[in-house]
């Protein structure tokens, strides 16, 4: 006892030494306990609307968020909610092949095809409506819609095999549409986007039987019809609303769901 108390008194009598010199002594804290990351997350076109939404609700939970975007300099908000910010354009086999490469060896848990394309006008109104019309329909507009919202989840799925396979039990989800049910058709127009959504549903159910993903989920999702950009002021739904509800269903899916299109509320939808 007597030689830890001088142990002590000599360390108290030279620190006070050090500061009557005129040195800073600086007493670091104990570094804060790090989180344990949930999983890690990657979300196509996170940088506005329902992907910006999702992403800041996985990172506010603990999870290692990868947001993209075609342009992410731009992507400010999408930088403060995610840990990181890549470059993809899904319709860029170049693009994706630079994404694997920048996330080798790395895996991903739950990978959400959130990026689409609706067609040439953006919103609600008059202008959108007469660009969908079959007599202004063009064949630029069908394709790039395929090339986004259909072709764009399968080539990205493919170059993130390696790191999906890395996960315990990945959970690939599609965002589609109810615009995309084939007897639910109610009036005419947005041809591009519609049957391209009707595409990935059938890729969907495809992918969910694929041995090359392993053990993965693969479902399709439907966010309901929401207030941005693509979804108009019409909308019903916010993202934060709509989002919250997508986040706990990924979030429980289970095998027995896998191959199968759910609204965001939980409800199973029929193709």
Known sequence: MK?????????????????????????????????????????????????????????????????TARSPEKAIELKEVADEVLALDVTSDESIKGLSAALKGQPIDILVHNAGYFGPTQGLGSERD??????????????????????GPIFVTQGLIPNLKKSKQAKIVVISSRSGIINQTRSAGAYGYRISKTAVNRAVKIMSVDKALGNSI??????????????????????????????????????????????????????
């Not at 999983?39 to 939970?61: H, K, M, W, Y």
């Open 3 to 67: 030689i830890k108390s001088f142990l002590i008194v000599l360390f108290s009598t030279t620190l006070f030494s050090f500061a009557a010199e005129g040195e800073s002594v600086e007493v670091k804290a104990a570094p804060d306990v790090v989180k344990e990351s949930q999983g890690t997350v990657l979300i196509t076109g996170a940088n506005r609307g329902l992907g910006l939404e999702l992403s800041r609700q996985f990172a506010a939970d603990g999870y290692h968020v990868i947001g």
């Open 130 to 151: 007469k660009s969908s019309t079959l007599k202004a329909l063009t064949r630029s507009e069908v394709l790039d819609c395929f090339a986004v919202n259909a072709a």
């Open 218 to 271: 693969v479902v399709a999702v439907a966010p309901g019809h929401n207030k941005t950009d693509m979804g108009g002021d019409r909308a019903k739904l916010t993202p934060e609303v709509s989002m919250q509800k997508v986040k706990s269903l990924i979030e429980g899916l289970t095998q027995k769901q896998a191959g199968r299109f759910w609204y965001y509320n939980g409800e199973e939808l029929p193709w």
